[in-house]
């Protein structure tokens, strides 16, 4: 069963947050607390309560620390050593977090134009903000691995003060993490942090969830009480709809750029992931512009396959899909006797009636070109074999 995880960063994410939502579904604090256990870093808890925000009530989470840390800033390397190490954390687990940190790392050393080696992680390379990343991660295995999609997250505005200084909200490595993926420019104050952002765009898909079953609903509380929304992360647990994964769709892109030769392989690869058809047809586009219409029919199953191939191998920016019904007569092949061999024939019916009969052009093809005739002879033959000569009248 294809079990799914839509995140609604409502009031903005942060790792606290991301956590507590897990927790609202029902994955055990002390479960969490166990696959973190083998983590060498100082003494730790998490402190699990309920709270309210604008009437909405949810679980809050605080990571709460023996002591100050006296150096809270960590090098990528020493933060990777850290997880590397852990032997309580599953491979899954150690393999996002360190995806997560990864990113982080290249958002920062792109911001201060550095190398990623070069990278001290402050207050993200804090205790907390480890327990919050690898937490976040092992609330993925406790949940059972769903597919995760996000919701665009809101950014906020205004100005922090943090251990580079005074900066701009949202700030540098927010927005860096965030690009290429649809964000919302609202809110005031930090409602995104850069490891809510990190969570987003490495372990979720941000955007349109598929359509599913909404079994469990769970409300991560952040810290704060926002004037204008409520300071919550909404996390919705549930299975994909069978009818979500069944029956036919359309998944179609404008080509304006293309030529003849990536237009053929397209069809050809779109034919080898499972599509049932494929297609291009010319159309004139906004301006007078001459394109193409890459289409092509696929089963729900198959339908990412086909949109990955789309948005992998196409020059297209995007593509849009919707579900089509379709009536189709009953197939069956039968072979038939031809002066250069045999041929099978796709018949199509319609209770027990023969409606349309094809020769198989891949078979009249091979037989044309052993006897060295035009294959359209042999088409002729083949369906002149299929259908019997009507008696004489008398």
């Not at 349109?208 to 647990?237: C, M, Q, W």
């Not at 499972?274 to 159309?283: E, F, S, T, Y």
């Amino acid at each position: 069963m294809r079990r799914i995880l839509y995140l609604e960063p409502v009031g903005g994410i942060a790792g606290d947050m991301f956590l507590a939502a897990g927790i609202d579904l029902g994955v055990s604090p002390d479960a969490i607390a166990q696959a973190l256990s083998g983590l060498n870093v100082p003494g730790w808890k998490l402190a699990v309560s309920r709270a309210v925000r604008h009437a909405i009530s949810g679980t809050h989470l605080d990571v709460v620390l023996d002591a100050k840390e006296a150096h809270p800033h960590r090098a990528y390397a020493d933060i990777r050593q850290l997880i590397e190490a852990a032997p309580t954390l599953p491979e899954r687990a150690k393999a996002r977090a360190l995806a997560v940190f990864r990113a982080i790392g290249e958002a920062e050393a792109k911001v201060h134009g550095v190398s990623i080696d070069a990278i001290h992680f402050h207050e993200v390379g804090a205790v907390d903000s480890i327990v919050d990343i690898c937490g976040g991660a092992v609330v993925l295995e406790l949940l059972g691995d769903p597919e995760v999609h996000a919701a665009p997250p809101p950014l906020g505005s205004g100005t922090i003060r943090v251990a580079h200084g005074q900066m701009p909200i949202p700030v540098p490595a927010t927005l860096e993490l965030l690009r290429d993926v649809p964000v919302r420019f609202e809110g005031v104050g930090e409602l995104t942090t850069p490891t809510g952002a990190a969570l987003l765009k490495v372990l979720t898909k941000i955007g349109h969830p598929p359509d599913f079953i909404v079994e469990k609903v769970g409300y991560g509380v952040g810290t704060k009480d926002f004037r204008d929304r409520p300071n919550v992360l909404r996390a919705s647990l549930g299975r994909v709809e069978t009818q979500a994964t069944e029956g036919l769709w359309v998944v179609e892109a404008n080509l304006d750029d293309a030529t003849p030769q990536l237009l053929a392989h397209l069809v050809e690869r779109l034919l080898e992931v499972g599509a049932k058809d494929a297609w291009v047809a010319p159309v004139v586009m906004k301006k007078g512009r001459p394109a193409h219409l890459l289409g092509a029919l696929v089963e729900g199953g198959l339908r990412e396959a086909v949109v990955d191939v789309l948005l992998r191998e196409s020059t297209s920016l995007g593509v849009r899909y919707h579900r089509v019904e379709r009536h189709a007569l009953e197939r069956d092949f039968v072979e038939v006797d031809t002066p250069w061999g045999k041929v099978r024939v796709k018949r199509g019916l319609r209770d027990g009636r023969v409606l349309n009969a094809h020769p198989e052009f891949d078979d009249c093809v091979r037989l044309a070109r052993a006897a060295g005739v035009p294959v359209k002879q042999v088409m002729a033959a083949a369906m002149a074999a299929l259908t019997p000569t009507p008696a004489a009248p008398g």
